[in-house]
């Protein structure tokens, strides 16, 4: 079975919620802080067993899933017929809202990525020689912004494939009215030449 436009629509916003999801599980399961336990001129922290990393990782490998998926849909050859990729990028509107789609999808890799990776850290480097450490975690708020914009970019995806639907409907037209020789023009029932 081929792929169809409304096939793409809902693999890209299904990833998307699930990149969503995954990234707002992560960001409520989050302690605010570990245990400090004094040793003998050193502190450890001890924090509670959470799947703040695992589910941060999850959303981020969603939010790749729906950016490859829609990419690649805006290029993909529907019902067997492909355009040149330079037909799509002469419309502003389609290079527009793929350059903000990019750039969602880069931000919210990056808004997701910093907290699982300082978390993972705080984790595993969690040996301090200053007394006075408090156990921090990652900085709350940036996973629930991450999955937020991760679901952006899923609908900005949409968007350029909508985008992308109607300028290959419209290049196909075009084409197809070129092999026939146009449409005919009847100048003589013409309003505006009658009226000059």
Request: a neutral charge; one cysteine or more.
């Amino acid at each position: 079975m081929a792929m169809s436009v409304k096939h793409m629509y809902i693999i890209i916003v299904t990833l998307g919620v699930l990149s969503f999801i995954f990234g707002v599980i992560a960001e409520n399961k989050k302690p605010a802080n570990g245990t400090a336990i004094l040793g003998k001129g050193v502190v450890i922290c001890k924090y509670r067993s959470d799947h703040t990393v695992a589910l941060g990782l999850l959303s981020v490998i969603f939010l790749a899933a729906s950016a490859v998926a829609g990419f690649s849909s805006l290029f993909y050859p529907y019902k067997g017929k492909s355009i040149p990729p330079a037909v799509l990028l002469r419309s502003t509107s389609f290079v527009v809202f793929l350059n903000v789609a990019l750039g969602t999808t880069g931000l919210a890799a990056v808004l997701l990525l910093w907290p699982i990776i300082s978390e993972q850290l705080h984790i595993t480097r969690n040996i301090h020689h200053k007394l006075q450490t408090e156990c921090p975690t990652a900085n709350t708020g940036l996973l629930r912004g991450g999955a937020f914009l991760s679901l952006d970019s899923a609908l900005f995806w949409l968007v350029c494939l909508m985008l992308s639907n109607n300028a290959q409907d419209d290049y196909f037209e075009d084409t197809a009215a070129d092999l026939k020789g146009g449409d005919a023009v009847n100048y003589e029932e013409d309003v505006v030449i009658k009226s000059a």
